[in-house]
């Protein structure tokens, strides 16, 4: 005896087929000699597929003696707001993010502060993870991203 498919999963796989096929689009750096060292290791600063942008982790370093560890922070979410703005999307647009910390007692809190400069509710998903190191032997932090394609930037697609 046949079996019968349900309606709902047909029509989900023809949704997801679309989706599937769309190609994907990379944001390299604007910087040559940023751009040279991720062709050199084969990643971009952010990847673009479907209606959502995955951006590569953005390291920071250890705030200089005497420096406001905030504002330290807040550069590299900067640099992240500006990739982001590159690939279509805003701090508006952020799905998740996902830190990486060498030593969470001392960054998580001025990270955070610098984090809710750019970021506003409603909240994306946020797991902040404690490591041992990070690949730049100075970093000791790394943010990675993930948001969806703003509405303005889908049409132009």
């Known amino acids: 005896m ?3 498919i349900p309606l709902a999963v047909v029509l989900a796989a023809l949704v997801a087929v679309p989706a599937l096929a769309a190609p994907k689009q990379t944001v390299m750096p604007e910087n040559p000699d940023a751009r040279a060292f991720q062709e050199q ?18 390291v920071a370093g250890a705030p200089p003696a005497g420096a406001d560890p905030v504002e330290h922070y807040a550069r590299t979410f900067e640099r992240i707001g500006a990739i982001l703005a590159r690939a279509g999307s805003s701090w508006d647009d952020v ?11 001392a960054s998580l809190t001025p990270l955070a502060a610098a984090k809710n400069r750019y970021v506003k509710a409603p909240f994306p998903t946020w797991t902040a993870i404690g490591i041992r190191r990070l690949y730049e032997p100075s970093a000791v932090v790394e943010i990675k991203v993930v948001a969806r394609l703003t509405a303005k930037a889908k049409g132009k697609r």
Do not use: E, Q
């Open 2 to 4: 046949p079996r019968l």
């Open 95 to 105: 799905l998740d993010i996902t830190t990486f910390h060498t030593d969470i007692d």
């Open 41 to 58: 290791f084969g990643f971009s600063d952010a990847m673009i597929h479907g209606d959502t942008v995955y951006l590569s982790g953005v």
